[in-house]
């Protein structure tokens, strides 16, 4: 991650946003999301949720928030061209949520991280394995949308806890600087090739 292209400032959206940035694909589980933001709109109304991506499934994750009465805060952005502009929307949000049962890394969780943007993401090994099992964020079981509700909850409603991960995360990441990366690969090539 070039954690430079992070650092820009952006006033957060004035209710409670969760982003999710998946292509919309039945491995992706955005329905889990879709289907957790109708448990949470009972406990906090004015939650909001902004998706980026697209994807086979994106009429269908439509119809099912339109069934679930919460089309008005369920909102699909579709492809956005520019990676600036995905990050201006992930660091306007207060937390990322990738509930995918499939990645083969995940570095939308770090792109939050390095945003300061706490995460909620299902706990598959790939996602526990580059958040040392939560680091800068919570992790929720798969195809669970009351335990995904659940984590994005108590992100939302403790102010100290959301403050407290988004600092860890922000730490956290500087492992992931491609810097570090570039200086770790060239320690291996040099080892390899001394043998």
Do not use: N
Request: charged content about 25%; some cysteine; overall charge positive.
């Amino acid at each position: 991650v070039d954690l430079g292209a992070y650092r820009a400032k952006a006033a957060k959206f004035p209710q409670p946003t969760i982003c999710c940035v998946s292509r919309l694909t039945p491995q992706k589980r955005v329905i889990d999301l879709i289907e957790a933001i109708a448990l949470l709109k009972e406990r906090i109304p004015s939650v909001r949720c902004k998706i980026i991506g697209v994807g086979a499934e994106q009429e269908k994750l439509q119809q099912r928030a339109k069934a679930l009465g919460i089309s008005d805060h369920v909102q699909f952005l579709g492809f956005i061209k520019k990676h600036s502009e995905v990050v201006k929307v992930i660091k306007r949000s207060h937390v990322l949520c990738l509930p995918s049962v499939v990645e083969g890394f995940g570095i939308i969780v770090l792109e939050a991280m390095a945003s300061g943007v706490p995460y909620v993401c299902t706990d598959i090994p790939p996602l526990k394995e580059i958040t040392d099992s939560g680091k800068g964020g919570l992790l929720a079981h798969q195809h669970d949308p009351a335990h995904l509700a659940a984590q994005l909850r108590t992100l939302l409603e403790d102010k100290r806890l959301l403050e407290r991960k988004s600092k860890e995360g922000l730490v956290f990441v500087q492992r992931y600087a491609w810097q570090q990366q570039a200086k770790k690969l060239k320690q291996v090539y040099t080892e390899v090739m001394r043998q």
